[in-house]
């Protein structure tokens, strides 16, 4: 699986939109690009996922550039309880039967 | 549906103990992984079944270390004899095979004295 790239804190204003960028310059035309986030002391969550076409969810959307070396994962409203380490992972295939390779993530704190 | 199941939610033992750490998969779920999170390696996959059978364990780091899945509903992890090296809090996920999303529990925060 590809390697990703995420600078490794963030802050952003409570009510204002969280964009957080993740590189993955190597990553194959078969590689998805996940997210996941894990709020202090509880287990890893399923944010979006996406191949080449942007996509959006309840949670967040997910911005894919063309040539497909990075994405942003938006949190359009950020809330305190946005505040955890999020992390982007580019894995083969469309199937959570494949297991997840984190690395060291982006810690966001949402102020008030 | 109650999510994925695990448990202790903590466990306090002394090196030399023998530690068995379980997990009940969400009904209907195919995979079942086995994860380990410490601040200095963050969060690493020690081991995933699929359909109760081992796929990958490379990620298991010595043989101390046992998991099984002796059905679709269980599986143990169990660590034997326990080192203060392996205080860590060890997270099962499960997930369905044709689904894209890997649910995770709780956690087992485990201190070895």
């Known amino acids: 699986d590809a390697k990703t790239t995420q600078p490794p804190s963030m802050d952003c204003a409570e009510g204002r939109a969280a964009n957080l960028p993740c590189n993955h310059s190597?990553?194959?035309?078969?590689?998805?690009v996940y997210w996941y986030r894990q709020i202090h002391s509880q287990g890893p969550q399923y944010i979006i996922h996406?191949?080449?076409n942007n996509e959006t969810n309840e949670m967040a959307s997910l911005i894919i550039t063309e040539d497909r070396k990075s994405s942003t994962l938006i949190l359009p409203h950020a809330t305190l309880r946005d505040t955890a380490v999020y992390y982007c992972?580019?894995?083969?295939?469309?199937?959570?039967?494949?297991?997840?390779?984190f690395g060291g993530g982006t810690r966001l704190m949402v102020k008030p | 549906d109650a999510g994925v199941i695990q448990s202790p939610r903590h466990e306090v033992t002394e090196m030399g103990q023998e530690v068995t750490l379980r997990c009940k998969p969400i009904?209907?779920?195919?995979?079942l992984f086995w994860y380990r999170q410490t601040m200095m390696r963050g969060l690493e996959l020690l081991i995933y079944f699929n359909n109760n059978v081992p796929i990958d364990d490379s990620g298991m780091p010595e043989d101390r270390f046992s998991a099984k899945m002796p059905n679709a509903s269980f599986s143990t992890l169990k660590i034997q004899p326990s080192e203060p090296r392996d205080s860590a809090v060890y997270f099962c996920?499960?997930?369905?095979?044709?689904?894209?999303?890997?649910?995770f529990g709780p956690g087992t925060r485990l201190t070895v004295l």
């Open positions: 992972i580019v894995r083969v295939a469309d199937n959570a039967g494949n297991m997840l390779t």
């Open positions: 190597t990553i194959s035309g078969n590689e998805y």
């Open positions: 996920a499960s997930s369905p095979t044709s689904g894209y999303e890997q649910f």
């Open positions: 996406g191949l080449k």
């Open positions: 009904s209907g779920h195919n995979s």
